[in-house]
Structures are given as C-alpha cells and as structure tokens.
C-alpha cells in the first residue's frame, strides 16, 4: 500500500497509509530498522473508535477518510467520518524537528443528537528492529505509558484526554501461537490489563470521554523513540511540560522557515504546481538522514509481493535528489549526503549497488559471473554520476576546502577506475549493469554518465593543480564521446541503441530496444547538442513508441518495459522520472516562450497524478491512473522539482524578467 503521508526529522521517519494507520516508523536512521511494517503479515497501527456498543477499526468501509498534508511543511492531516457512528476525527500529525517524537493531535466530535460516552482507541504492532523476536511490552507505572524494546531501541506510548492520562491498555502477542492481535480485545470497549508480554508484542491503549450534541473535544497521541528506557523518559516529560500542541506548532513553525530557505518566484506556475514543489521539497527532506543517507523511498507495501523496499541508497537516485537540492538552495544537505556516499568507495575506485542508510552495504542481485565470465556487480553511472553531482555542488557552492578534501578519497580513485574501465577499441566504458539494474553491456545512458564524470573530473584536478591527471581525464572523456557518436548512434534506428555488448574487442551484440535513458543521457550529460539533428530524430523515435495511448499519456522507460505492467492494458507504465525528463527536453531546446507549453503540460500531467497530500510514485497504471510499484519515489519529487526549476528560469530567461 502506498503512503498518504511521510513525516520526519532526519532520524524518524514515519509513513502514513490511505486511512491515516502507521505503516512505518524508521528510527535511529531514515529507511534503516523500520519497527512497524514487515515482510510477512500487514502490520499498522490501528485507530478505533467504540461507542453505542459498536467498535469500528479505520479500515473498515463505514470511514470516509482523507489524508492530505500542509502546504508548506511534512504535517499531516487526517480528516474521518462515520456518519454510522456519527463521529467525526480529525488529527494533526508531525515528527517533532529536534526531538525523536511522533506526535498526533486529535479532534472527537460527537455527531449525534444525543449525549454520549465514546472511547477511541489506539492500537499498536511493532516489529522492533525489523525482527519478530525478542520484543518485550510493558505497563511502566511511574510514567503511566506503555514501553516497549529490544536492543538498542526503545518505544514509548502516551495519550492523554485534556489532562486525564489513559488508563485503559493491554499488551499482549500477535502472529504467534495463534494470536492475531490484541487489538481484538477492545471489541467490547474493555481492555484486560496485562501489564508485560514478550515475544511478537502488540499493544492497545484506549481514552473515554464523555460529549454532548455536537460537541468537540482534544485527545493527544505520541510515541517517543530512545536508545534507552530513560531516554524515552525523557522525551515523554518534554512532551507533558511544553504539551503536544505547543510541540506541533513549533515543528510547523519550524519547516516554514526552513522552506523559505528556498527564495524562487514560483508565480509563474499554477497554485497547486506550486504546492506540489513545495511538498515535494519536503518529502526529499524527510527521506534525507541526518547522517548524510538518501533513500529511495520508504514505502514498504511492496514486501507484501517482493523480496525487498526501496528503502536503500542508491549512489544513482541518491546524486540527482542532491543536485535537485544544490540548485534550490538546500546545499547543506546535499553535501551531508556527498560527506557519507564519497566514504563508502571501493579500495578499486567505484560505488556498489547500493547500500544501507547506516552505511552498511545493501542486498543486492547483481552476480560477479556474468556469462560464464567474472564481472563487477555493478552500475558505473552510479559512480559517474556521484563525480559528475559533487562537481556540481562545488560549482554551486564555490566551496573548494570541501572539494579538495574529496580528491584523493574519491575523486581520484573514482576518476583512474572510470579510466580503466576502458574498451580502448571502440572508446567506450567497458560492461556494467544499466541504470535500470537489468542489462549487463555498455549502455548509452551509462557511456553518456562516464564521458560527464571524467570532464568533471578534469575540472575537479585543473582546478587544484593536478595537471598530469587532467590530460589523461580530458583525453579518455574526448575518447569515450566520440565512442558514443560513432558506435552508439543508429541511423536506422533514428536513435541511440540501448547498450552494446563487447567481448574481446569485438561488439558481439546491440540491443536496439528504444528506451527513454538512451535518448535522454547523451543531452543530459552534454554529449550531443539538444539542437543537433540526432536528438531531433531521436526524439521523434521517443514520440512514436514510447508515449502511452491512454487516460494516463505519459511515457514508459522502454519498449516492451514489463515491470509492474499490467498486461490487460496493452501498454507498458508511464513513469513520472521519464516523462519529466522529456519536460526537461522541451525546456532545454526552448528559444520563444510558447515553445515551452508542452513542458508545461507534462508538468501539469505529473501534478495530476500526485495524491492529495502531495505524493507522486514511481509509475501509473495506463487506464486507471493508479499509484504503482512504491510511493513516494523521492527521485520522482527531485525530477518535479528540478523540471519546475528549470521552467522558471528559462521563462525568465526568454521572457526578459
């Protein structure tokens, strides 16, 4: 299930489902030891309502829920009605900035004609550090709140009705030995009160008040994340002293200043293409961790049918989300992340797969034997592009003690591997997997990757004196440009092929699929004017077989694309990555105004498809529009942004402003 809703503070990550239930909860790093969703079983943190002798859990039908989000800040906002019950809830939802609090502020409104006792209750399944043994759940009385832990974690449960602490709980097993959660025993509105469990712990809390006719009143929720049971004894008496409220408005109050960091005019775009920006800088943010990690994404839905999250770095995803952030004026955070991923370098010059965000290496299905032969399991332009990115931030930043001190840990031994890496014959990067981890050769996105990272490069060692290397950097980047040009462009194709395969100096095969990297990467990385003839063909090849025919026209990556396809359709999945990237085109080549209506446009498609608390995936169902693979996909909001940017300033730019 995709989320409505991520909130954050760089350490805690917390994602919200369609009907306002905990889904995930990531602590002490963002997308690493997630203590609520897990691969086996559907684990959330349930929220119920009992009243006339009736319990009604939030997924059931009778709720007419919506979830959305601020404009200008990751606050939630979840709206239910039951109009079976005649209640309504309405909460606000943060991370607190500074302290690793989740914080939920609600709203009980008794709908009916009548006075009556409602009681709402909260409903817990952790899955601490990722594993469903070894928890441990109790009653601590001397602060009234439920604590649960294991190891290094610890979780801590409170709510309050005005100033009335609950009094109401149960901890109990779920998934084991035939328990399906003690959730269940707030059926008849009373819970039993076992104070310890341990195990696979789940938990309920519940609040009773009383309310006449259409009468509100304020609950609080929060869960406080430590180490220790005396951290979290902490943070719960922060939250009593300064209350949650005053904790929500300052968080608030915080992220809009930190969005008006970010000093572009957006009034040349749409209000809900500006909101969606806006919201898309903070959903970066919150998947950005303290420690400099970027991940992909947080939703975990797709557990439930694969083997892995998003919930990863990867070097490729992770440099473009922090160059979207470099040239919007985030670049603090873009260098924490070059701070962490320059470190995590091969002693042979290039990055892995992809890798925790604790820094740890990721799983991975890349092979070192790949047809019979040894080969390195990875993507070059991942490498590429974290060279390519860095010079960038530097451009920006003007920060040259940050670049020197990246020189000989990564800029170097990245820049000699890309070097060696080398077909001498044909002046092409020698065979990694492609940027969408599925073709092993020399691709021309990669090649394209390579060329711009050894002209950084070349900047990067002229700037700082290193003359010897800047020949041998220019002179291969020249070598691998005019490999491109030669070797890679197909005129009868009327485009760029998809990779090449090299054996033993000799091209053994070309794949010829049409794919949207391979028309996007040689402009992209400057390998070939935007005006030159080719990328006119090519571009025209893209228009014929890669925009989709249905109510969702974007583009798919490439012909024939089956990943998450829904093979009834008759179509492969339009992205939002590649879509914008044609957006981008349109920008780039852009000499009158009006030439940039159809960028607009794309713009408007990509913010059509985005939910209602701002959320954009990775891909759409043709037909039916719907958000699949996983959502939020942080490259897609960085891809918004960066298309919007660029927008803007070449509007400004033609218009003279």
């Not at 070059?380 to 990115?389: G, I, N, Q, V, Y």
């Not at 002209?455 to 980047?477: D, F, M, N, P």
């Not at 028309?519 to 063909?537: L, M, N, Q, T, Y």
Request: aromatic share 10%.
């Amino acid at each position: 299930m995709a989320r409505a809703v991520t909130l954050g503070n760089g350490n805690i990550l917390v994602g919200l489902d369609y009907k306002g239930q905990v889904r995930d909860l990531y602590f002490p790093h963002v997308g690493h030891s997630n203590h609520v969703s897990g691969a086996s079983g559907s684990f959330v943190h349930r929220i119920g309502i009992y009243v006339d002798e009736k319990l009604v859990w939030f997924d059931d039908p009778s709720w007419k829920i919506t979830v959305n989000s601020d404009d200008d800040a990751p606050v939630g906002i979840v709206h239910a009605v039951n109009a079976e019950l005649e209640v309504t809830l309405v909460s606000t939802d943060v991370v607190h900035n500074e302290d690793n609090i989740f914080l939920r502020s609600f709203i009980l409104q008794n709908d009916a004609k009548e006075e009556r006792e409602i009681k709402v209750f909260f409903a817990q399944q952790f899955r601490i550090d990722e594993s469903r043994r070894g928890d441990t759940g109790f009653y601590d009385p001397r602060v009234g709140a439920l604590i649960h832990y294991k190891g290094h974690t610890t979780l801590l449960v409170n709510a309050f009705h005005k100033n009335e602490q609950f009094e109401d709980y149960n901890i109990g097993l779920f998934g084991i030995e035939g328990k399906e959660g003690t959730y269940h025993d707030a059926s008849d509105g009373v819970l039993e009160r076992n104070p310890v469990e341990h195990g696979s712990v789940d938990s309920v809390i519940g609040l009773t008040v009383q309310l006449k006719s259409e009468a509100q009143t304020t609950l609080t929720y929060w869960i406080a994340c430590g180490e220790t049971i005396d951290d979290v004894h902490d943070l719960n008496a922060l939250v009593i002293h300064k209350t949650p409220e005053a904790l929500i408005l300052t968080t608030t109050k915080y992220w809009n200043a930190w969005m008006s960091k970010n000093d572009r005019d957006l009034n040349i775009l749409a209000p809900e293409l500006q909101k969606l920006y806006r919201r898309s800088l903070a959903t970066i943010r919150v998947h950005s961790d303290n420690d400099g990690a970027i991940i992909a994404s947080s939703d975990t839905g797709m557990l439930h049918h694969g083997r892995d999250t998003y919930s990863y770095v990867w070097p490729r995803d992770a440099s473009l989300i922090a160059n979207a952030l470099d040239k919007v004026g985030y670049g603090d955070v873009a260098e924490r992340y070059f701070t962490f991923i320059t470190s995590k370098i091969d002693r042979k010059g290039y990055l892995h797969h992809k890798y925790r965000s604790d820094g740890v290496l990721g799983s991975s299905w890349h092979p070192w034997m790949i047809d019979g032969r040894p080969g390195l399991p990875i993507q070059e332009d991942e490498t590429a592009l974290t060279l390519t990115m860095l010079w960038q931030h530097y451009l920006i930043s003007k920060d040259i003690e940050y670049l020197e001190s990246k020189y000989d840990s990564f800029i170097e031994p990245a820049a000699d591997f890309m070097v060696e890496h080398f077909e001498s014959a044909y002046g092409l990067p020698s065979a990694s997997y492609d940027l969408w981890e599925e073709k092993y050769g020399t691709s021309t996105y990669t090649a394209c990757s390579v060329y711009a990272a050894l002209a950084s490069a070349t900047q990067c060692a002229l700037l700082l004196g290193k003359e010897e290397r800047a020949r041998t950097y220019s002179v291969i980047a020249e070598r691998i440009q005019a490999g491109i040009l030669e070797h890679l462009y197909s005129e009868e194709l009327g485009m760029f092929v998809k990779h090449v395969k090299i054996v033993d100096d000799e091209i053994v095969a070309v794949d010829r699929t049409i794919d949207m990297s391979s028309f996007f990467g040689p402009i992209f990385f400057g390998v070939i004017e935007v005006g030159d003839a080719r990328v006119k063909k090519s571009f025209a090849t893209i228009e014929a077989t890669l925009r989709v025919d249905a109510a969702s026209a974007g583009y798919v990556r490439y012909q024939h694309d089956n990943y998450y396809t829904m093979h009834e359709t008759g179509s492969p999945n339009p992205w939002v990555i590649t879509t914008l990237w044609v957006a981008q085109y349109h920008i780039m080549k852009a000499k009158k105004i009006g030439d940039l209506k159809t960028a607009y446009e794309l713009l408007e498609w990509t913010c059509s498809h985005a939910s209602e608390g701002g959320v954009l995936s990775e891909q759409m169902h043709p037909q039916t529009r719907e958000h699949l693979s996983t959502a939020p996909l942080i490259w897609s909001h960085a891809e918004f942004v960066v298309t919007a940017d660029a927008y803007i300033l070449k509007h400004q730019e033609l218009s003279g402003a």
